[in-house]
């Protein structure tokens, strides 16, 4: 299998602070780092630390091309990132003494992608999977998703769809085409329809929906420290976490999608492979940052 995976790529600002500001208030940061991250950049890190065969398109300015050179040495082949005249994304990020986070983002050359772009990056991704099987691994940070998941399909990819941030344009997506969702539980209760109340049969009640909604696709129901469920026509899997210290939850969701792909390419079980995306997602957890978290294959498997 190899992976294209078509997302945003960010300069990451963590400003570690006691507790996540309310409107009104003004806190002073203990510290601030810049790191990289980007749901794109940070799956691709995953897939490929998991050993896979990965392609990171995107669009960056002049002043994240360190971007490019942090992944290199992974393995993730950049030839489909686009540096424009324009800068490069920004995630502000809070990182709470809890290690919880809360994020706002500036889109930069993420935003500015273009429908020739995407014809392209398809092609020359196509003609390099020739023969074998290529999955295109989608999240929603990009503009023209539905254009990227139409024109994946149309050149015989399958379609990873991790609809996050979950806003108003998702349902505008062709849904149906996606061959494996990842959704976290408030992304998974806005595709399921159902209200959510904080009950303990909100998730199952979520994925059954989902499984019910999607019929052809796998969902993966992903749940912080409550670890993962699995849905496919009659399979029920569930996955949980491991028991390590939570430093920061930045990025932990991107890092549990690559290696749950990446195990499953490895052809391990569902059941196998939800326990290595919760390994690796608890370990990533226990470290500062988003890509610079995400453990090695030696690690997890
Ligand atoms: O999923 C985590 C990522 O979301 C961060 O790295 C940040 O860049 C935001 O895009």
Same mark, same amino acid.
Request: aromatic share 6%; glycine share 12%.
């Given at each position: 299998?190899?992976?294209l995976v078509?997302?945003?790529?960010?300069i990451?600002l963590?400003?570690?602070?006691?507790?996540i +500001?309310i409107?009104?208030?003004t806190?002073?940061?203990?510290?601030?780092?810049k790191s990289?991250?980007?749901k794109?950049s940070?799956?691709?890190?995953a897939?490929?630390k998991a050993g896979?065969?990965?392609h990171?398109a995107?669009?960056i300015?002049?002043?994240?091309?360190?971007l490019?050179?942090?992944?290199?040495?992974?393995?993730?082949?950049?030839?489909?990132?686009k540096?424009w005249?324009?800068?490069?994304?920004?995630a502000?990020?809070?990182?709470?003494r809890?290690?919880?986070?809360a994020?706002?983002y500036?889109?930069?050359?993420?935003?500015?992608i273009t429908?020739?772009?995407?014809e392209?990056?398809?092609?020359?991704?196509?003609?390099?999977a020739?023969?074998e099987?290529?999955?295109?691994v989608?999240q929603?940070?990009?503009?023209h998703?539905?254009?990227m998941?139409?024109?994946? $399909?149309? #050149?015989?990819?399958?379609?990873?769809l991790?609809?996050?941030?979950c806003?108003?344009?998702?349902?505008?997506?062709?849904?149906e085409t996606?061959?494996?969702?990842?959704?976290?539980?408030?992304?998974?209760?806005?595709?399921?329809?159902?209200?959510?109340?904080g009950g303990?049969?909100?998730? $199952?009640?979520?994925?059954?929906?989902l +499984?019910?909604r999607?019929?052809e696709s796998?969902?993966?129901?992903t749940?912080?420290?409550?670890?993962?469920?699995?849905?496919?026509?009659?399979?029920?899997?569930?996955g949980?976490v491991?028991d390590y210290?939570?430093?920061?939850?930045?990025?932990?969701?991107?890092?549990?999608?690559?290696y749950?792909?990446?195990a499953?390419? #490895?052809d391990?079980?569902?059941?196998?492979?939800?326990?290595?995306?919760c390994?690796?997602?608890?370990?990533?957890?226990?470290? $500062?940052?988003?890509?610079?978290?995400?453990p090695?294959? #030696?690690e997890?498997f």
């Open positions: 299998m190899k992976f078509y997302g945003a790529l960010n990451d963590i400003f570690s602070v006691d507790h +500001v409107p009104g208030e806190e002073r940061c203990v510290s601030l780092e990289s991250g980007g794109g940070n799956q691709a890190a897939l490929a896979m065969d990965v990171l995107g669009k300015g002049s002043d994240g091309a360190y490019l050179e942090i992944l290199h040495p992974f393995g993730v082949n950049t030839d489909l990132v540096i005249e324009g800068g490069t994304g920004n502000l990020i809070q990182l709470d809890n290690g919880q986070n994020i706002v500036y889109p930069g050359g993420n935003g500015a429908p020739e772009e995407i392209k990056a398809m092609d020359a991704f196509a003609g390099y020739a023969g099987e290529g999955m295109a989608l929603n940070e990009l503009p998703i539905d254009l998941m139409k024109a994946a $399909k149309k #050149r015989g990819l399958r379609i990873c991790n609809p996050s941030p806003d108003e344009k998702i349902e505008s997506l062709p849904l996606t061959d494996i969702f990842f959704v976290n539980e408030i992304e998974g209760a806005s595709l399921a329809g159902v209200p959510r109340n303990a049969g909100d998730n $199952k009640e979520i994925l059954e929906k +499984v019910k999607f019929p796998e969902i993966v129901l749940l912080g420290k409550e670890g993962a469920l699995y849905g496919y026509k009659n399979t029920r899997e569930k949980g491991l210290p939570v430093v920061d939850t930045t990025g932990a969701g991107d890092t549990f999608t690559g749950f792909l990446a499953r390419a #490895r391990f079980s569902v059941r196998e492979s939800l326990a290595f995306a390994k690796a997602a608890s370990i990533a957890v226990s470290e $500062k940052g988003a890509l610079q978290a995400i090695d294959a #030696r997890v």
